[in-house]
């Protein structure tokens, strides 16, 4: 990882994700809505893991600059693109704490994602939304991703070869805050 990608928040290596905002992102009290930052986490796992649905994905030429060329970072094993022939990946839990208002700007937004957590049917991905610059930290957020058999419907276990690829790249997860009971 190069010297200048650091992220405060992150105690272990990460791919960042750089994701240029739309004007059509912002709502009307000015800044990125809530379910568009939920579509960034989602472009930025895509981008930084691989597609769910690599197997039926047009082919991306290699010699055009694009979306492919706006990870930086730690290359993670490429299981979510290589599982997606037998595999639905699905999103089983979101947990996402809003910080600060994303304005709309010129130029993209980081996301920096992790590995978080691995259990035998599941995958969990941390992500920080902040500058690039890593001046300002806007969001922090978790998602679970079950696998699930695309024939049966039912959740599968990683194989051994998924897990020996993604164990070695578990990190702490990001730092949200505790949810406290309720009454």
């Given at each position: 990882m190069p010297e200048s990608l650091s992220n405060p928040l992150l105690s272990g290596p990460f791919a960042r994700v750089l994701i240029e905002l739309r004007w059509g992102d912002m709502d009307a009290y000015g800044h990125v809505n809530n379910v568009t930052q939920l579509r960034l986490l989602e472009e930025a796992r895509v981008r930084a893991f691989g597609s769910p649905t690599a197997d039926r994905d047009a082919a991306?030429?290699?010699?055009?600059?694009?979306?492919g060329h706006s990870v930086q970072g730690r290359a993670f094993p490429?299981?979510?693109?290589?599982?997606a022939g037998e595999t639905n990946l699905l999103v089983f839990s979101h947990r996402i704490?809003?910080?600060?208002?994303?304005?709309?700007?010129?130029?993209?937004?980081?996301?920096?994602?992790?590995?978080s957590g691995l259990t035998p049917a599941t995958m969990e991905v941390?992500?920080?939304?902040a500058e690039p610059d890593g001046s300002e930290v806007y969001t922090l957020?978790?998602?679970?991703i079950?696998?699930?058999?695309?024939?049966?419907?039912?959740?599968?276990?990683?194989?051994?070869?998924?897990t020996a690829a993604v164990e070695p790249f578990v990190t702490a997860p990001?730092?949200?805050?505790?949810v406290r009971a309720r009454r």
């Open positions: 991306a030429p290699a010699d055009i600059p694009g979306a490429p299981v979510l693109g290589e599982a704490e809003y910080r600060r208002p994303i304005g709309f700007r010129t130029g993209p937004i980081a996301v920096d994602t992790v590995i941390g992500y920080v939304i957020a978790e998602t679970v079950a696998f699930v058999d695309a024939r049966t419907g039912r959740a599968r276990r990683l194989s051994e070869a998924e990001v730092p949200l805050r505790p």
